[in-house]
């Protein structure tokens, strides 16, 4: 908004910006320095998309003749199972780029800008979207070559590509939360992988979680990548007639997604941001 200012034998108009607008500039700016850097290193997106491209076509091509899902193809049941994976793995962007630049010493220079405390975890989440973006095209497109279809209606199709961005996008926030809280880039990089393996492998993601022992099964019914899988599957009309497990989270899981993901928003922003306000200050 524009106020005006009365000086004696003129009137100058004077720029008031709001807090809302200056917070939205900042995670802008910083999103683009982000962006920028991703450009400059096209690497980062090649080693991004070449794990899941591989999980593909390992699964698919190699162990999909040895594992049969009653009631549709093996090809349909995995690909939604991949991107999760893929979307829950790109998360950790946000963990190992805070922990860099903590280390080195980057955080310190952006707290000596006069700009909002929470700019750079949302330029941080923001362009790890766009990453995750990126990468889900690059996925499914390599899933129509190995057979993959979507058998549902477009906006049902978007719906589901949307939930998986929005899942990661939430899920970054716990990873960012996570590399502010290491000591080292190197420990966050472990770190991840023992909180994603389970996530992911101890799912629905590439194979039944009927077909696992009790305890595993139990966990996978309730793991939030097995409520994400199941819902990708539905909104790109890939279950089949696939038996789904008689549990809550399985029977409802776009509701069981949309929770988890306003839960980790609620409880993880706030508290990452706290937490970048501590150690920038200190």
């Known amino acids: 908004m524009t106020a005006v200012v009365t000086t004696p034998g003129r009137q100058l108009p004077v720029v008031v910006t709001s807090p809302v607008a200056?917070?939205?500039?900042?995670?802008?700016?910083?999103?683009?320095?982000?962006?920028?850097?991703?450009?400059?290193?096209?690497?980062?997106?090649?080693?991004?998309?070449?794990?899941?491209?591989?999980?593909?076509?390992?699964?698919?091509?190699v162990?999909?003749?040895?594992?049969?899902?009653?009631?549709?193809?093996?090809?349909?049941?995995?690909?939604?199972g991949i991107f999760a994976q893929t979307v829950v793995f790109g998360a950790t962007f946000s963990?190992?780029?805070?922990?860099?630049?903590?280390?080195?010493?980057?955080?310190?220079?952006?707290?000596?800008?006069?700009?909002s405390s929470s700019a750079v975890l949302v330029g941080r989440t923001n362009s790890d979207l766009v990453l995750n973006t990126i990468s889900m095209?690059?996925?499914?497109?390599?899933?129509?070559?190995?057979?993959w279809r979507v058998e549902s209606s477009p906006p049902e199709f978007l719906a589901?590509?949307?939930?998986?961005?929005?899942?990661?996008?939430?899920?970054?926030?716990?990873?960012?939360?996570l590399g502010m809280s290491v000591k080292t880039p190197e420990v966050i990089n472990n770190a991840s992988f023992m909180i994603l393996f389970p996530l992911t492998f101890v799912s629905n993601a590439f194979v039944p979680?009927?077909?696992?022992?009790?305890?595993?099964?139990?966990?996978?019914?309730?793991?939030?990548?097995?409520?994400?899988?199941?819902?990708a599957r539905g909104l790109f009309g890939?279950?089949?007639?696939?038996?789904?497990?008689?549990?809550?989270?399985?029977?409802?899981?776009?509701?069981?997604?949309?929770?988890g993901i306003a839960v980790m928003l609620v409880v993880f922003v706030?508290?990452?941001?706290?937490?970048y306000t501590r150690i920038s200050t200190t």
């Open 209 to 231: 979680s009927d077909t696992l022992p009790l305890v595993l099964r139990v966990f996978a019914e309730w793991n939030p990548v097995s409520s994400l899988v199941q819902a």
């Open 270 to 275: 706030p508290w990452a941001v706290n937490k």
């Open 95 to 115: 963990g190992s780029a805070m922990a860099q630049d903590l280390k080195e010493g980057l955080i310190d220079r952006f707290r000596t800008l006069p700009m």
């Open 160 to 177: 589901g590509v949307a939930l998986l961005l929005l899942f990661s996008y939430a899920f970054s926030w716990v990873m960012a939360l």
């Open 238 to 259: 890939n279950v089949g007639s696939a038996p789904v497990p008689d549990i809550w989270t399985m029977q409802h899981p776009v509701v069981t997604v949309l929770l």
């Open 22 to 61: 200056v917070w939205f500039e900042d995670g802008w700016t910083v999103t683009k320095r982000n962006l920028t850097k991703l450009k400059r290193s096209p690497d980062m997106l090649v080693f991004a998309v070449l794990q899941p491209i591989m999980f593909v076509l390992l699964f698919s091509q």
């Open 137 to 147: 095209v690059i996925m499914m497109g390599t899933g129509l070559a190995v057979g």
């Open 63 to 80: 162990y999909g003749g040895a594992i049969s899902v009653q009631g549709t193809d093996y090809t349909q049941f995995l690909m939604a």
